[in-house]
């Protein structure tokens, strides 16, 4: 029953449309077709110049990180879990070169740790500490096992303790 109303109301909408087509001029279609492909070209141009490289490389990341399940993540947690990856590649930790090398050339200095946790100095241990133990929940080895993410857990794991001794012994 649901189908055919359904069907029915979308004949009549089509029919409206195509004979109000059918009875405007040619010239008050070409116009309203310009005036459309403006406007699309200029908020094209805006999402563009305002969007830049994260405007294709985020959307493409939320579809990745829901293939990867891993649990409970919501968009802002994916959205620092990327700025994450984002810088731990620019530092060159985050490659899979290094993945398989020693971790005596892994340190974190406290400027990248204070980055990685998504810090300001002068923040107290709590705050370390909390910010810390919810990420290590999102992205632990235990938690997430269809995903390597042993690498992530040990750099976050490394930051926190970077800065607890530096800033708070």
Known sequence: MNLILIGTIIFVIIYLLLNAFARASSKKIALTLKKIAVYLSLILAALFTLGGKFLFSLPFLFVLLSGLKIKGFTALQMFQLWRL???????????????????????????????????????????????AKKLQQKIHPDKNTDVKTEELSKLVNQAADKIIKTDFS
Do not use: D, H, M, W
């Open 85 to 131: 990856i984002q810088f731990l590649k620019n530092s060159g930790r985050f490659s899979q070169g290094q993945f398989n090398k020693p971790q005596g050339s892994t340190s974190v200095s406290i400027n990248e740790a204070y980055k990685l946790l998504g810090l300001k100095k002068g923040c107290s241990k709590e705050e370390v500490l909390k910010v």
